[in-house]
């Protein structure tokens, strides 16, 4: 259980997650301070989602990271952790939704083995449902990559051969 941090903390958190000193951030921590009550996954998301959407930018001209503070402050954040997760899942491919779906029902915790052997047997299912013999065996190296999507969009952390929710 993870409670809330001060403002002095997000603002070390959003120093050091954008690699600037602690005094050039603090009116734009301050602001994130006020959007998410200093929760640190909302934190987390709520940076990711500025950067996302162009309002947190590294200018190569400048050599440093910009922020459009009004844009920033008027921007609306999902207030509860199921609503943000349900959101940024709704955002990924669907091909990468159904993939978490059939995870979820492994738990919080699989091998990438048995990762590998649901998308074989559900690719065999598929085969016999179509046409024989006509599908090459791609599915499953792609269903592969779309669970990395998931690891890169902070849904699954990948520990070796292990995916954890």
């Known amino acids: 259980n993870v409670g809330c941090i001060s403002k002095d903390d997000v603002n070390t958190l959003v120093a050091n997650t954008i690699s600037m ?4 951030t603090t ?3 301050d602001i994130v301070y006020k959007k998410t009550g200093g929760n640190t996954l909302f934190v987390s998301q709520f940076l990711q989602s500025l ?3 162009g309002l947190l930018v590294y ?3 400048y050599n440093t990271w910009k922020w459009d503070s009004v844009a920033v402050d008027a921007k609306e954040l999902i207030d509860d952790v199921g609503a943000l997760m349900a959101e ?3 955002q990924l491919p669907t091909g990468c939704q159904y993939t978490i779906k059939l995870l979820a029902c492994l738990g919080s915790k699989f091998d990438e083995s048995i990762l590998t052997l649901l998308i074989s047997k559900e690719g065999e299912l598929n085969d016999e449902m179509r046409t024989k013999g006509k599908r090459k065996r791609t599915q499953s ?3 592969l990559l779309l ?3 998931a690891v890169d969009e902070g849904l699954l952390k990948k520990e070796g051969s292990k995916y954890i929710f």
């Open 21 to 24: 000193q602690k005094h050039l």
């Open 51 to 53: 950067w996302d959407e």
């Open 141 to 143: 190296s792609n269903q």
């Open 88 to 90: 940024k899942i709704r």
């Open 147 to 149: 669970v990395d999507v």
């Open 27 to 29: 009116s734009f921590s």
């Open 59 to 61: 200018s190569l001209e």
